[in-house]
């Protein structure tokens, strides 16, 4: 994966994003990546880009902004955090996003 930009912030790099076509929201449910279209265990969907972003003091405030696509072809953003913040119990699901 090549990043083509690296944007200031979360909401640039979200606004970016949106334009080109990644509209859905994606939450971690369950250990499942899902949204209004479905859920999708790590194996149903791809990381196209990710971009990470540190607080300038505060490691709580460490974020990741992830391009999926799904199986189906659902384009979407996934934010969460990562690092100490990160709160995800699924390991399959977590090694997908740490090695992104």
Known sequence: MQHKTHYDTVSKAIDALRLQGYTTDFNIEENVVACTAGRFAAKDFDIVDVYRYEGNSDPADEAAVY??????????????????????????????????
Not at 74 to 100: M, P, Q
């Open 67 to 100: 391009a999926i696509t799904s199986s189906n072809g659902v384009k979407g953003i996934l934010v969460t955090g990562y690092g100490a913040s990160a709160d995800i119990s699924d390991a399959e699901l977590l090694e997908k996003l740490a090695k992104a």
